[in-house]
């Protein structure tokens, strides 16, 4: 089972931009459909986006046409790139090994807050 730390996070302002990453301590390159989730405060947790083994996305309808999710296997690392972020998007985010249960692989998470 790989590690996974996310970076990245941090406080911006509404239309800002963040780039997090999430750094796997082995090969990702077989792993399918890791992604990034978030929970705000009296929450639950939430797909924001996940990446195939082969590069299909999908993402949460919220946003959609601001955040993309990619990865770069050769460095074992999953990215989310958020534009135009909102007040809304404030949240813990977590990267997940493609198993969103208890058995899979999460992260510590990193904290996001978007200011009006």
């Known amino acids: 089972q790989v590690q996974l730390v996310e970076s990245g996070g941090g406080l911006v302002q509404a239309g800002g931009s963040l780039r997090l990453s999430c750094a796997a301590s082995?090969?990702?390159?077989?792993?399918?459909?890791m992604g990034w989730y978030r929970q705000a405060p009296g929450k639950q947790r939430e797909l924001v986006a996940r990446?195939?083994?082969?590069?299909?996305?999908n993402y949460a309808d919220s946003v959609k046409g601001r955040f993309t999710i990619s990865r770069d296997n050769a460095k074992n690392t999953v990215y989310l790139q958020m534009n135009m972020l909102k007040p809304e998007d404030t949240a813990v985010y977590y990267c997940?090994?493609?198993?969103?249960?208890?058995?899979?692989?999460w992260g510590q998470g990193t904290q996001v807050t978007v200011s009006s």
């Open positions: 997940n090994d493609g198993r969103p249960g208890p058995f899979g692989s």
């Open positions: 990446i195939t083994n082969v590069g299909t996305t």
């Open positions: 082995g090969r990702i390159s077989s792993l399918n459909g």
